[in-house]
């Protein structure tokens, strides 16, 4: 679903009905116990999408009930609120398993993208790909993330780096959007890569960005992000790309000290971005700045993890300059193949040093916010939309401790169950 097919308006009848919930997660803590605002033997009551309740079952009021209410018992569970995804890049064709193989026998990320390999191979195949492939390949993977409890995501173009395969990789996106529940936050992102054809005339292809890229793609887009990092853009053609961007009425976002200290973090500060991406080398001015700006930190453990850098965004720097944490999973094919939040969270924890209870509301709210829709999901409180994950287990410190397997029971998007409505149907706990 696009933004603009969640459902507003004053809320009716209440239409949706979880109880029985062993522990609430809400993500907001006016609502419950410390920063994830947990409450014990809760339900949730959502009308026309947004949640009208979220608290103790026992203290529920009397609320007025649809004829036709979707009543559903918890059996004492955890419930969690549906997983944002706040940076993938859904939209490719090809895959490079053999790339992945080949980095695990000891050849370096830029090495392979030296050799032809890496975000080129990908283009290539984008670029090759029929509309058709490209919109099934990326629904596909929307599939996979609703199934593992993500109910917003955030996904890049960036595989295409023509005018008209920018613009095919964005319709791919929307088309697979419509065709799916998970509400997808789309980014323009042809500024991933100075692309092959344009290696001695970097300007030539910005001046292409610029002038037609960005009109052509910027009505399907709500981001504009740029790679801001060694082999890929320099500070002054990231600033130019997302200062262009901006004029198109595009938030910026940036990839930025992935691969050194190369300056990224200060431009998301300056340009105020939304979120600035990857971080792994940063210092206390540059977090300093970004807390200053607003902008958020989306971190990646996946992508360090599988590149076996042996380096995490560093974690305490973030804490101490009071930085808003968000995760995403970075699904793409060549570093981080992966669409499951819960392995992130995990990950994050073990990986990356943030708590279980720093990495539950960087997946939730702080992801929201990272994709500028902060409050509106990523919470379950009174208003938001009833996005949410039933757990098949008891707390949500499973997501980090119980490894490797797929917890989302049942997934709720917009108060309709998505994935798992026969668990628990009918049950009034
Ligand atoms: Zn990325």
Known sequence: MTAAQVPAGPPGPVDF????????VTCDPALGEGPLGVVERAAVAAAGGRVVYAGPERAMPDLEMAGDVHAFGAGGNAVVPGFVDAHTHLVFAGER?????ARLRGVGYEEALAAGGGINRTVRDTRAATDAELRRATLDRLGLAVA???????AKSGYGLTVT???????????????????????????????????DDRDGYLELLEHEMLPACAPLATFVDAFCDRGALTVAESRRVLQAGARHGLRGKLHANELGSTGGAALAAELGCVSADHLLFLDDAEA?????????????????????????????VLREAGVILALGTDCNPGTCYCESMQLVIALACVHGGLTPEEAVLAATDGAARAVGRGGQVG??????????????????????????VNLAGAVVKGGT????????AGERA
């Not at 919470?379 to 490797?404: E, I, K, N, T």
């Open 17 to 24: 009905l979880l109880s029985g919930i062993g522990q609430l």
């Open 148 to 154: 593992y409890g993500t109910t917003t995501l955030e």
């Open 379 to 404: 919470r379950l409180s009174p208003g938001a939309a009833c996005d949410l994950v039933l757990l098949a287990g008891r707390s949500y410190l499973d997501l980090a401790y119980h490894l490797g």
């Open 97 to 101: 398993a053999d790339e992945f193989a």
């Open 165 to 199: 395969d920018e613009r095919r990789s964005l319709e791919a996106l929307a088309w697979a959007a419509e065709h799916s529940p998970v509400e997808v936050v789309p980014t323009f992102l042809g500024a991933h890569l100075i692309p092959e054809e344009f290696a």
């Open 288 to 316: 300093k700045a970004l807390a200053c700006a607003g902008t958020v930190a989306v971190l990646l453990p996946g992508t360090s993890f599988l590149l076996r850098t042996g380096r995490a965004a560093p974690v305490e």
């Open 417 to 424: 169950v998505v994935k798992g409505g026969t668990v628990a």
